[in-house]
């Protein structure tokens, strides 16, 4: 196994500065396979993973409402819930006429599923600043597993105040008990070791020679392979293969992703709001989403104060960091300003593969091509997919399979 970076883990790392850990934002393990969980079982010993109940909110029009926003409209101003419940109702009637038009965008479906209020006070402002100009582009495809899709008694419900709790995929999560999700990669980084694997780390793939089934490494490394395994994001992948046919090379230009910025922030004293993570639709606000490590797990920093990530709308210029910090204490994620102990920029250059109408002839055609060169690409970058670390994993048992068939 080669490996770039001089650690493992990719995505699923982990810093450390002055007793605070971050991980690259948010990485709370979601599993739900028996085969992840008996991996998980036999790499950590008991007591190294805890479990921890998600504690998630939406922070907007100046209130902090439970997750996820279509289910809990209760604390809204009130022509905003009625707006929004109005407008699903409607919104679930048109869905059962027979003529009703299959979404072509993201904001097609999120009107038609959801209403013009709910998709223009949350699912639009909110992917707007996630997508950023990719957002016009977007087709529904990737969602339909991440969305919470409650029904009419909930939507009600939600908001006249019974609290809607349970829905989506991810309501209670695990965690490392010591602190940093590296722990995962590093667990499964020494279970490959024990079982004879060898792992190079800091060793770039430069080319790959594909007639000669070679793969070279900045360092001046070459070595030989049956079948090669992949978990290089796809341009990457496609960039560094020797005699890519024209049309391929064009399918590869046509694959599009976002890049993230996000600040790391240690705090002085403990976090005011209760949340684990928020997501934060309002245009104005600088950021989409914040999360509070050391409310999950106070061993994400020091006693008695906090360590938070901010995933930023804007990842050109440099963070206004005033007017960020300001944002944070308006909504609860800060004390105050100055509480900020140091607050570190950081940028994912591939961070969410942006699923437009160029996406899957683009994303075939490549596969189709690497299958036939004896090259499996896979893991989210890899696969060109949105997907959760228990996905890659996953992915990762069915390339072993494969390796050994
Ligand atoms: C912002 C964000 C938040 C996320 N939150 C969660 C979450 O809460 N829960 C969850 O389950 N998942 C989450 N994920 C998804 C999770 O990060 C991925 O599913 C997983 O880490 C992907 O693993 P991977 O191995 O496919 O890719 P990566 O983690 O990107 O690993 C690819 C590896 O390839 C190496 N590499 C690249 N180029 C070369 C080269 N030329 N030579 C050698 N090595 C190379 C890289 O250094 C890296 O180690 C999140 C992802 C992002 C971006």
């Known amino acids: 196994m080669f490996e770039r970076a001089p650690e493992v883990g990719g995505k699923a790392r982990s810093r450390r500065r002055d007793g605070y850990t971050f991980d690259v934002t948010g990485h709370w393990l979601h599993l739900r396979d028996d ?15 805890v479990e921890i109940e998600r504690k998630t909110g939406i ?20 022509p905003v819930v009625q707006e929004c419940l109005a407008t699903f109702i409607e919104a679930q009637v048109a869905a ?53 899709m409650p029904d009419v008694r909930q939507v009600v419900g939600g908001a006249i105040g019974l609290r809607q709790e349970g829905l989506g995929y991810n309501v209670r999560y695990l965690y490392p008990t010591a602190g940093g999700i590296d722990a995962l990669p590093r667990a499964l980084d020494r279970a490959a070791r024990a079982a004879s694997a060898t792992v190079r780390l800091s060793t770039d793939v430069t080319r790959i020679d594909p007639i000669a089934r070679r793969v070279h ?43 993230w910025r996000y600040l790391d922030v240690g705090t002085r004293s403990q976090v005011p709001m209760d949340e684990h993570w928020v997501y934060v639709p309002d245009p104005q606000t600088p950021f989409f989403r914040v999360g509070c490590y050391s409310n999950a797990l106070q061993a994400m920093a020091p006693p008695g104060c906090g360590s938070l990530y901010v995933e930023l709308a804007d990842r050109d210029e440099p963070p206004d960091l005033p007017a960020i910090f300001a944002a944070l204490a308006q909504m609860g994620a800060l004390a105050s300003p100055d509480d900020v102990a140091f607050a570190d920029v950081h940028d994912i250059e591939y961070a969410y593969v942006v699923f437009d109408h160029a996406y899957a002839g683009a994303r075939d055609a490549l ?15 890899g ?3 949105y997907n959760s670390m228990e996905d890659s994993i996953l992915a990762g048992m069915e390339a072993a399979q494969w390796l050994n068939a």
């Open 383 to 385: 696969a060109w997919i």
């Open 217 to 259: 490494t900045a360092e001046g490394g070459v070595r030989s392979y049956d079948r090669l395994v992949s978990t290089l994001p796809l341009p990457e992948l496609v960039k560094r293969i020797d005699g890519i046919p024209d049309a391929l090379a064009e399918a590869a230009g046509k694959l599009r992703w976002v890049r």
């Open 367 to 381: 596969f189709d091509h690497l299958e036939g060169l004896g090259i499996r690409s896979c893991g989210r970058y």
């Open 59 to 78: 922070y907007t029009h100046g209130v902090m409402l439970p997750y996820p926003f279509q289910a809990n409209l209760h604390g809204l101003p009130l």
């Open 96 to 148: 059962s006429s027979p003529s009703a038009a299959t979404p072509r965008t993201f904001e097609d479906f999120a009107v038609a599923r959801f209403g013009r209020g709910i998709a223009e006070h949350f699912f639009i402002p909110y992917n707007r600043k996630l997508w950023g100009e990719a957002y016009d582009d977007l087709t529904p495809d990737w969602i339909s597993r991440f969305v919470p």
């Open 35 to 49: 085969r992840v969980r008996a991996l998980a079982d036999e790499v950590f010993a008991a007591g190294d993973l």
